[in-house]
T-cell receptor, first 113, second 113 residues
Framework: DVKVTQSSRYLVKRTGEKVFLECVQD?????MFWYRQDPGLGLRLIYF???????EKGDIPEGYSVSREKKERFSLILESASTNPTSMYLC????????????FGPGTRLTVT | KQEVTQIPAALSVPEGENLVLNCSFT??????LQWFRQDPGKGLTSLLL?????REQTSGRLNASLDKSSGRSTLYIAASQPGDSATYLC????????????FGTGTQLKVEL
């Protein structure tokens, strides 16, 4: 079974703090994704990566950066200036190519006070 | 830009009923479409992946159909059970979309005893 894990289930940070979220998958998937989920807006893609050290912007990249130094690990960094960061953050992975399904992690509920 | 609509937004049914969840999308140039289930506060669980060349895909009590030309997919759940209570999300993947999924806001299902 594919397993996607995320570093924290719940995280509370203060405004101005940098936030670091990590995602790890154990199925040698080439593609990895970061989404955020907000009520009424659904899931929106922040960034994705199709290979080590490769990244592409999704629909809402502003205020975020990502890092993929190893194939199994994809990190999301919320810069201190990002607006409305309180949200549910979901990581996913899939094999390369369009034909394959995406598998999701359990999510991180981030609250910024 | 792909727009995805799911109807109804919420549904409450008695146990044992057969039900249909609807998903419509505006751009029919899709690679495939994935159906997910999400329990409150949790990540997404992949239920079915239906390729653009397929008309139907089945897994246990679940059956998904796809009519690409009309931009519609349905998820049929047979003999519903209280454990089916969750939010169901559909996500088509555009060809040339860089493996990106576009999500609807989901149908929240409650199956009552």
């Amino acid at each position: 079974d594919v397993k996607v894990t995320q570093s924290s289930r719940y995280l509370v940070k203060r405004t101005g703090e940098k936030v670091f979220l990590e995602c790890v998958q154990d199925m040698d998937h080439e593609n990895m994704f970061w989404y955020r989920q907000d009520p009424g807006l659904g899931l929106r893609l922040i960034y994705f990566s199709y290979d080590v050290k490769m990244k592409e912007k999704g629909d809402i990249p502003e205020g975020y950066s990502v890092s993929r130094e190893k194939k199994e690990r994809f990190s999301l960094i919320l810069e201190s200036a990002s607006t409305n960061p309180t949200s549910m953050y979901l990581c996913a992975s899939s094999l390369a190519g369009g034909a394959y399904e995406q598998y999701f992690g359990p999510g991180t509920r981030l609250t910024v006070t | 830009k792909q727009e995805v609509t799911q109807i109804p937004a919420a549904l409450s049914v008695p146990e044992g009923e057969n039900l249909v969840l609807n998903c419509s999308f505006t751009d029919s140039a899709i690679y495939n479409l994935q159906w997910f289930r999400q329990d409150p506060g949790k990540g997404l669980t992949s239920l079915l992946l239906i390729q653009s060349s397929q008309r139907e895909q089945t897994s246990g009590r679940l059956n998904a159909s796809l009519d690409k030309s009309s931009g519609r997919s349905t998820l049929y759940i047979a003999a519903s059970q209280p454990g089916d209570s969750a939010t169901y999300l559909c996500a088509p993947k555009l060809t040339g979309g860089g493996n990106k999924l576009t999500f609807g806001t989901g149908t929240q299902l409650k199956v009552e005893l």
